[in-house]
């Protein structure tokens, strides 16, 4: 799968994406975001973590064997999904350079949002995630809710929060995305450590209100810190 170098409109000059980033935890978003192009030196293909849905090329045999985007997604990480899906079967995803889109994107001021990112963050980690790596990184997804609550009662955003736990405990919920699950792991045939060789250990968010320096200056480097010397060390699976 190939995505554009996608450019801001009506501010040609920055960046919207250079390609999207993984994080382990299972958070994505935009890389490059608002730098100017001027100072980028990007090869002509780059891989990258995956592919925005926005500005994407694919070719029609791997959406007929693999599928299209899974509409129970609705918003949010449904390119990340599938991106994932595609590497967990051998194939690369890159940016073209000299593939240049233009969008006029608005980050969502909108608090429903944090739903939307908060439950199929976790519906991502399910699908793909072995259990051992659910056992190794389960004290470091502890600290993030906590973190995450803290986030969503400064946010305003609790009510969307408890929304995620309301959805979790749905036992058709869990049925519907175990089932996911199953057949991803069914399908496979890359090893959870190549899909996290290619993730990266920070969260840098776009949303300015959420870009709290607590994130910069201890969550980032305590996330680091685990994903070096814990997540890398020990997930050979």
């Known amino acids: 799968a190939a995505q554009s170098l996608m450019l801001l409109h009506p501010e040609t000059d920055l960046v919207n994406s250079a390609g999207n980033v993984y994080q382990y935890l299972g958070f994505g978003y935009t890389d490059e975001y608002r730098t ?53 079967v051998g194939y690369r995803i890159v940016l073209i350079r000299d593939s240049v889109f233009y969008h006029k994107y608005q980050f969502s001021r909108s608090i429903q949002k944090f739903y ?9 980690m399910l699908m793909y995630y072995k259990i051992p790596t659910f056992i190794v990184l389960f004290p470091v997804l502890v600290a993030m809710e906590l973190g995450l609550w803290v986030f969503a009662f400064l946010g305003g ?6 929304k995620v736990y309301l959805y979790w405990m749905k036992k058709e919920n869990w049925k519907l995305w175990l089932g996911k699950r199953k057949k991803i792991q069914k399908m496979r045939t890359v090893s959870d450590r190549m899909l996290l060789q290619n ?39």
């Open 157 to 162: 955003w609790v009510s969307e929060h408890k």
């Open 36 to 88: 100017p192009i001027k100072e980028l030196d990007l090869p002509s293909i780059k891989d990258v973590n995956y592919a925005s849905g926005a500005a994407l090329m694919v070719r029609a045999d791997l959406i007929q064997k693999y599928g299209m985007w899974d509409h129970d997604f609705f918003l949010y990480h449904e390119d990340l999904e599938w991106s994932l899906r595609l590497r967990s």
């Open 116 to 124: 939307w990112m908060e439950r199929n963050r976790i519906g991502v």
């Open 199 to 237: 993730a990266v250990s920070g969260i840098h968010f776009q949303d300015a209100s959420v870009d709290k320096p607590i994130v910069n200056y201890v969550g980032n480097p305590v996330l680091a810190l685990y994903y070096w010397a814990i997540v890398r060390l020990i997930i050979w699976w």
